[in-house]
């Protein structure tokens, strides 16, 4: 059974910065793309940045140069280092697998409970 587990959320003061990480389980990790994604109140979930099998990442337009994605096959962790935090960076973040090794968002297929993260003004 596959298991993602989130951490690192928290209220941080706008310009600040926060590492989310996620620990997985149960399923070939240096083999599976992996992602985070976010969802605000009263909004859509949207991707915010992807990192495939070989490490290649991809970020949202709204997080590129502000969100580092990385990942340690042998800690089988995905980590996001966030910086220059927005008060619209505020939503729940999630990470998920995709055990396909593809970009397109719809392939991932295991999700975590997610993480909240605050920014405050």
């Known amino acids: 059974q596959v298991q993602l587990v989130e951490s690192g959320g928290g209220l941080v003061q706008a310009g600040g910065s926060l590492r989310l990480s996620c620990a997985a389980s149960g399923l070939t990790f240096s083999s599976a793309a992996m992602g985070w994604f976010r969802q605000a109140p009263g909004k859509q979930r949207e991707w915010v940045a992807l990192?495939?099998?070989?490490?290649?990442?991809l970020y949202s337009a709204f997080v590129k140069g502000r969100f580092t994605i990385s990942r340690d096959n042998d800690e089988n962790t995905v980590y996001l280092q966030m910086s220059t935090l927005k008060p619209e960076d505020t939503a729940h973040y999630y990470c998920?697998?995709?055990?396909?090794?593809?970009?397109?968002?719809?392939?991932?297929?295991?999700w975590g409970q997610g993480t909240q993260v605050t920014g405050s003004s």
């Open positions: 998920a697998a995709n055990t396909a090794n593809t970009w397109e968002t719809a392939s991932y297929d295991h």
């Open positions: 990192i495939s099998a070989g490490g290649r990442t």
